[in-house]
């Protein structure tokens, strides 16, 4: 079987005609369906992500780590934030698993129910003055299955909609699970903001608890949604023809790890400077920049905003001028940004600091429409769910998870923000040289 056996859907493989070939009404119907099933899909799965990030920085070191240093209190809460993302290469791999042996769409359902369950219950979760130390580890655990889940979300959802959608403009195709990232997080710092306002001092005491019990409403939502997408035309067929790899991890490993750890590294200068922007910050502008919670979480919203706008503004770019191009901007945005950033979070000038939280998502926007199609090109179909996954899960080991407990951590040390300024560069050159020894397959039909 050839490195880029299988293909996407509207090919040969897929209709039996020319891949010119014009998409039946019924087929159109279900690529619109793909697209909202992975958009919303991917929105629940990183509502309940985020809203773990923000009151992992505003609540949990009072309330479920508590120290006499504020500092120590708040390294072991984002400690707890990170290692979530330790397990997500795991889940990635085992549901990639049964995603390319079972269905992309069974798969994508109980993610789905794993991690909206494992959500909810943290909404009841008794506090460490109640239970003592079994309080944080059941918190760590409830958070190890919410990472599990969230591990086998992505590839899935990325591959329901690229394999349903138009291979002519695969960046826009892939922007719809992208698109779950602005939204979720615009939808959890809503409700951190909202019950922080409404709930005021009583914040702190039960108010917090409100944006996980409303991910219950969502996860209905999404399962009714998801339940009437069709299996994607290119999996169906490699199951029709029995072309199933019955290892696939192992054929990955063997095959494609070179892969898997240039996109790994790839998302360092996507995912580790997201991390920063909406959750390490919301605990150092604070204390640094000297603004309220409310005015960092409303700058935080702004930002989301802005990133759900730009998205699928530089996906369609980016079939036009080519994706790496747009990657590799993304990189240079964020290297020229970082320094400047946190100079204005310093000068504790209220109006430049909300202008700078606002527009730190943009290097975000420009590199992650793009990624989606990226990343999935690089691998086969029948192992494309396990392969794309996994690779994109693992940059949580580097990138992702690491990344606000390494900000406190550089904070700490050196006692400047600049220090985590050099680190959001750091991983721009690091991204960017990943991204120069990945193969070029944009202009292949997969």
């Not at 909202?194 to 969502?218: E, H, N, V």
């Not at 680190?423 to 944009?442: E, F, N, Q």
């Amino acid at each position: 079987m050839s490195t880029l056996d299988g293909t996407l859907a509207g090919s040969p493989t897929v209709s039996g005609t020319d891949a010119q070939t014009q998409p039946t009404a019924h087929q159109l119907r279900q690529r619109r369906k793909a697209s909202i099933g992975s958009l919303i899909g991917t929105t629940i799965e990183w509502y309940e992500y985020y809203i773990y990030g923000a009151t992992a920085a505003l609540v949990f070191p009072m309330l479920f780590f508590p120290t006499h240093d504020k500092l120590v209190s708040l390294m072991l809460s984002f400690a707890s934030f990170a290692i979530a993302f330790a397990i997500r290469p795991i889940g990635a791999a085992v549901f990639g698993h049964y995603g390319d042996r079972v269905g992309r769409k069974t798969t994508l359902i109980v993610t789905l129910v794993m991690t909206g369950l494992a959500t909810f219950l943290i909404g009841f979760l008794p506090t460490y003055e109640s239970i003592g130390l079994w309080a944080p580890a059941i918190l760590i655990f409830l958070r190890l299955v919410q990472g599990f889940g969230v591990g086998g979300e992505w590839g899935g959802a990325a591959l329901m909609s690229l394999e349903w959608g138009d291979q002519k403009k695969r960046g826009a195709a892939g922007t719809w699970p992208q698109l779950g990232t602005s939204i979720g997080l615009i939808l959890s710092t809503s409700a951190v903001m909202g019950s922080s306002y409404f709930t005021g001092d009583q914040f702190l005491i039960w108010g917090w608890r409100i944006p996980f019990l409303l991910s219950g409403i969502l996860v209905v939502v999404g399962l009714l949604v998801r339940l009437t997408i069709e299996e994607t035309p290119s999996f169906a067929a490699k199951k029709k023809s029995q072309q199933i790899e019955k290892s696939p991890l192992k054929y990955v490993a063997k095959h494609y790890w070179r892969e898997i750890v240039k996109v790994a590294f790839l998302r360092m200068s996507e995912q580790m400077p997201f991390y920063i922007f909406t959750a390490f910050i919301l605990d150092y502008a604070t204390r640094t920049g000297g603004v309220s919670r409310t005015f960092v979480l409303l700058g935080t919203l702004a930002a989301a905003v802005l990133d759900l706008i730009l998205l699928p503004i530089f996906s369609n770019l980016a079939d036009k001028v080519g994706r790496r191009n747009m990657y590799y901007f993304g990189c240079l945005v964020l290297i020229l940004m970082a320094f400047p950033y946190f100079w204005v979070l310093n000068s504790g000038n209220e109006t430049w600091i909300f202008i700078a939280i606002t527009l730190s998502l943009v290097p975000h926007a420009i590199q992650y429409g793009a990624q989606a199609s990226l990343i999935s090109e690089q691998f086969p179909v029948h192992v494309r769910y396990t392969g794309a996954g996994v690779g994109y899960q693992m940059s949580s080991l580097v990138a992702g998870g690491p990344a606000p407990l390494i900000a406190a951590f550089l904070l700490a040390s050196f006692g400047t923000g600049y220090a985590v300024a050099a680190y959001l560069a750091l991983g721009g050159v690091i991204a960017a040289l990943a991204l120069s020894s990945l193969k070029d397959r944009s202009d292949q039909h997969l």
